[in-house]
Structure formats: C-alpha cells, structure tokens
C-alpha cells in the first residue's frame, strides 16, 4: 500500500438513516405505464421534429443534404422510417424523440442494477411505472447495495457523470466487519495505489456518534466496485453499502423502494455541478 502526496483532512459525516421500510411492488407515483411496441416506426423527419430540432420541413433538407445518419448510415431517402431503437444522429448529436426525463429511485436489496430481463429482479422493475421514455440507469449499484440511483434518457447528463475529474460526486454510507484504524482511513484519503494504479476519493471520514466501522466515503466514479477495491485491498470486508446523496441530491421524503421525478431546480443543480 502506497500513500500518494497528502491531501485535506477528513471531514466527520452526519450519520444517516431510519426505519427500513418493507419492499412495495408499486413504488412512487401511481402513474400507469403504457407499454411501447419497439417495433412501430415513424418517418424520419418526425423523429426530428420530435426531438426538438426543427420543424418536419426543414427536416427534410437536413436529410436531403446528408446530415442525418441512422446506425451509423448517411440516409437521404425522404419518408424513410426508424423505430426508437435505431441510433439516429443529426450533425454528429445523437437525438431521441423522446422528452428528457430524470428518475430519482431509492434501491432496496435485492434487484441488480441492469436493463437485462435475464439478471432476475432489476432496478428497471422498480422504475416500471415511472416513465414511458427509455431511461436507464446511472452506474451501479450492487445487488444487495442500498440508496439513491439516477435513470434518465439525458445522454448529456450521462457524460457528465462519466468524466472522472469533473464528474458528480456520490456519497455512500459503508458499514465494516470490523473498525477502520485512522492510519488506514488516512491511507485512503491520500491516495492509494491498488494493481500499479491510483485509486482516489473524494472525501472519507469517520460517521458521527457511530462506531469506527461506519464510515461516510465520497467518490466521483460512477460504479460502486472502486470502494469495494479500497476496503478488499486493506482487509475489510463491506457489511453494507448505501448511496445517500447523488451531487444535491439526497433521500429526503423518498423512502426505499420509491422514485420520484426530479424537479426543474434539482435538474438544474446537477448541470450546475
């Protein structure tokens, strides 16, 4: 184990929580889905309209003088059809007909965070009623990991929370077999070095009022496998793993198991970060 240059102190985390709540099989809103047929097509120039581009006439140019492509494929075919699952960029953008939605959902144990039908139970299950648009997850959690994850359709956003240096920092909540000595916890927030390769966080501290095995730990990558790595690494096995706060975003009036539509300053707040 390898300390990089020493950075900031650790800060003390409030310690979170409550009463688990029982798994519900229809979770937030009760707004009721209406399933989609993958297989229906529109013509192209409405696909465009829809996404907000420009009207369909003026759609018809931009595919007249190839700047549309389907698949990867320039098309300048008038009245050509694509269903909403082909790829379709306008100028190099990929575009969606589809109205930006943003999902906020509270994870139980239990479902693994994939859009596959064949992993079981699944995050998607949960969200099932939530949106007819095609959102999907923001990274991971693990199966029996707990707390708060994104879905949207926002490629944008996405790509936000993928840049490693100026990505959105969550923050999770972990639980230790045993307690974290303050020489390892300082190890970590130095910097360690796992497999030749720095592995970094953002923060890290001992939670308030709890044992010294319960700690607060802040990271800008999107998956949760980084913290397992820290913890594996110094011989401490994860009891429990629960994500608390999303960038602003935190557990607030959405118990586990529900989701919620994230409002217009709340989506703003993460564009801002």
């Avoid at 650790?10 to 979770?27: A, E, I, L």
């Avoid at 009623?129 to 994104?150: K, S, V």
């Avoid at 240096?165 to 999770?172: D, M, Y």
């Amino acid at each position: 184990m390898t300390p990089a240059p020493h950075k900031k102190g650790p800060r003390s985390f409030k310690k979170t929580g409550g009463k688990k709540k029982p798994y519900r099989s229809k979770t937030g809103n009760s707004k009721k889905s209406v399933p989609v047929t993958q297989s229906d097509k529109i013509r192209l120039n409405k696909y465009i309209a829809n996404s907000g581009i420009c009207s369909r006439r003026e759609a018809d140019m931009h595919i007249s003088i190839g700047s549309v492509t389907v698949n990867g494929k320039v098309v300048t075919e008038m009245g050509h059809k694509v269903s909403l699952t082909d790829e379709v960029r306008f100028d190099g953008q990929r575009i969606t007909p589809e109205r930006k939605t943003y999902v906020l959902l509270n994870k139980p144990k239990g479902f693994a965070t994939t859009t596959s039908e064949t992993k079981g139970r699944t995050v998607m299950d949960l969200v099932a009623n939530a949106t007819n648009a095609r959102i999907q997850p923001i990274g991971r959690l693990g199966r029996n990991a707990t707390g708060l994850l994104l879905f949207t359709n926002d490629d944008d956003l996405v790509r936000k929370f993928k840049a490693s240096k100026h990505g959105v920092a969550r923050l999770f909540h972990v639980e230790l077999d045993k307690n974290l000595k303050m020489d390892d916890l300082k190890a970590i927030q130095q910097g360690l070095k796992i497999d030749n390769k720095l592995v970094e966080v953002e923060e890290i501290s001992y939670i308030e009022k709890a044992p010294k095995s319960e700690v607060g730990i802040k990271i800008k990558n999107i998956g949760n496998m980084v913290i397992r790595r820290i913890f594996d690494h110094m011989n401490y096995q994860i009891v429990r793993l629960d994500c608390v706060m999303i960038g602003n975003l935190t557990k607030k009036d959405l118990p586990r198991s529900h989701w919620k539509h994230l409002t217009q300053q709340e989506i703003n707040g993460l564009m801002m970060l």
